[in-house]
């Protein structure tokens, strides 16, 4: 039995106004609103990609009707959601875009391109423990993002978001403890130059991935 499922895929390259503007339309007029709060157009694109990715797997696979995405609002800490049993998360980080959603409780999801990086320069984010782990990795500054994935996607499944500081996040065992309530994590391998992970309200998820073409939601590429 199928817990999580996850739809991944690759942000279209090279698009013109036109189809950008036309897979933006296909979208609810409030999502629309928010994402022209960017300004920069690549971020438009991977929250576009997002939410495409999003109705496609709320339609196939949990049976919801196509105008889905119309039903969702935002918790007091800006998470969203659909009123009812199903929870979902979505994460970008350079052109990759995750979309998980589950109906047996809480899910978060998080990505990042991996990258070198000095992890001493986010030393406020992680214990002491943390930091002495990433600096006797060969690799720290991969060591740290992968620590930042499992972190992130912790607080999303928790719906606090930001408003818990990180370094409140113990990303060293699974569960993880959030306000009292346990939180499972685990590593996820989708693209080999991304740190992944997807943090659950419940233990032992059976997670179901399928790559998308996100060119198929862009159908006026083809008109």
Not at 27 to 32: C, F, S, Y
Not at 178 to 195: F, S
Request: hydrophobic share 40%.
């Amino acid at each position: 039995m199928t817990d999580v499922i996850l739809l991944y895929c690759i942000s279209p390259e090279n698009l013109s106004s036109t189809e950008m503007v036309y897979a933006m339309s296909t979208l609810p007029e409030a999502i629309i609103h928010r994402i022209l709060r960017y300004a920069d157009l690549q971020d438009r694109l991977l929250r576009i990609t997002g939410k495409l990715l999003l109705r496609q797997l709320l339609v196939e696979y949990f049976g919801q009707s196509t105008d889905v995405l119309n039903q969702i609002v935002y918790s007091e800490f800006n998470k969203p959601f659909i009123p009812g049993n199903i929870d979902f998360s979505i994460a970008h980080s350079g052109n990759l875009v995750l979309c998980a959603a589950t109906d047996a409780g809480k899910i978060g999801v998080d990505t990042e391109r991996l990258k070198n990086i000095d992890p001493s320069v986010f030393d406020e984010h992680f214990s002491e423990k943390e930091m002495a782990k990433f600096s006797s990795s060969d690799y720290p500054g991969e060591s740290l993002l992968k620590a930042w994935v499992r972190k992130e996607c912790l607080l999303k499944a928790s719906g606090l978001g930001v408003m818990l500081p990180m370094l409140k996040v113990d990303q060293t065992q699974s569960p993880a403890f959030i306000e009292g309530q346990p939180y499972y994590w685990t590593d996820l391998a989708i693209e080999i130059n991304y740190a992944s992970a997807v943090a659950t309200s419940f233990a032992n998820p059976v997670t179901d991935i399928h790559q998308m073409d996100a060119n198929a939601h862009f159908q006026c590429r083809n008109s």
